[in-house]
């Protein structure tokens, strides 16, 4: 068998598809570790064996070790790992993009770059949320007017399908139990779907931090998509495990979360999503999965790497 250092590094086209991995696994009480291309979880009850590569993000919940070669082959995948807190609250992710390009990333960083088209493009996130309203000429102040009250409605109209008693959002940062059972499932649910949103974000290759609605923190552009599925997806699912009980709010939140994310094809319609915001139809995206290395030029021509071009200079 070949050691971890003469492995050569994956090639995008060697990879699993994002849209194609499984949203996310959760583990806790284990110790992760790496053979071969695997990871492996071993537990009291013994060991199991889990594609690297078919992972979107790895949940690593109380109780759990990870080894560094088992860090170093979800890296290579494309995998974001998150170290989930008690019942899901808090996380730290990180990831490499299943992409070499850096094509996504600097069409992002020009549409956000631009106060015009920066706007243009909270618009169109508002208007993948709520299709039969036109948000055309909304200022960024009424269009978070409007965002609110959207979601205020949602609140109200799951707690009416499903017979939920709804007081309120009611969120104590780093109390989970401080919320009554949907408020907890609204939380678990919030929380999974920013990690779904972090491992698509990173595999693609763009920015966590240049958000279009979201600013001035680390995950910016991560909220802004996770964001586009909340009363799509998120609310009425934690509506649905409030309404079945108060107990073990959690993890029953993330296993019917997992399930309407796999139902939904939530990881294809992500990745489809974030192309058209940042290369919207009739812009070229070329370049998206090339594995190559170029330089700027003047008049932002790009030329190949790996040449000296001091013979092409007039001294």
Same mark, same amino acid.
């Given at each position: 068998m070949t050691t971890v250092a003469q492995r050569? @590094?994956? /090639?995008? !086209?060697?990879? #699993? !598809? %994002?849209?194609? *991995?499984i949203s996310f696994l959760y583990l806790e009480r284990c110790v992760v570790h790496r053979d071969d291309n695997a990871i492996t979880a071993e537990d009291a009850d013994g060991t199991s064996h889990i594609p690297a590569a078919t992972i979107g993000t790895l949940l690593l919940g109380p109780g759990t070790r990870i080894t560094h070669q088992a860090m170093s082959v979800l890296a290579e995948? =494309?995998? @974001? %790992? @998150?170290?989930? =807190?008690e019942q899901g609250v808090r996380y730290y992710a990180g990831g490499r993009a299943l992409s070499r390009s850096s094509a996504l990333l600097e069409a992002q960083a020009? !549409?956000? @770059?631009? *106060?015009r088209t920066r706007l243009e493009v909270a618009r169109a996130m508002y208007r993948l949320r709520f299709p039969e309203e036109d948000p055309s000429g909304l200022s960024r102040l009424e269009l978070l007017g409007h965002e609110g009250k959207r979601v205020r409605d949602c609140y109200r109209q799951q707690a009416e399908r499903t017979g939920v008693r709804w007081r309120g959002r009611q969120y104590v940062p780093g109390d989970f139990t401080a919320g009554d059972a949907p408020n907890q499932a609204v939380t678990a649910a919030g929380q999974c779907m920013y990690g779904v949103a972090h491992a698509v974000v990173a595999a693609l290759g763009c920015s966590t931090g240049l958000g279009f609605v979201h600013s001035g923190h680390?995950?910016?552009?991560?909220?802004d998509i996770a964001d586009l599925y909340k009363t799509d997806i998120g609310i009425p699912v934690a509506f649905d495990v409030a309404a079945e009980g108060d107990h073990d709010i959690g993890s029953r #939140?993330?296993?019917a979360l997992r399930d309407a994310i796999n139902r939904t094809r939530l990881l294809d319609r992500c990745v489809n999503d974030i192309k058209q915001l940042l290369v919207p139809e009739g812009? /070229?995206? &070329? =370049?998206?999965? &090339? &594995?190559r %290395? #170029?330089?700027q030029s003047d008049r932002d021509a790009a030329v190949a790497a790996g040449k000296n071009y001091a013979d092409e200079m007039t001294w």
């Open positions: 050569h @590094a994956s /090639s995008p !086209r060697e990879l #699993t !598809r %994002v849209a194609e *991995r995948s =494309g995998a @974001a %790992v @998150a170290w989930v =807190g020009s !549409r956000w @770059a631009n *106060r680390e995950l910016s552009f991560v909220l #939140t993330r296993r812009e /070229s995206s &070329d =370049g998206e999965n &090339d &594995d %290395v #170029t330089l």
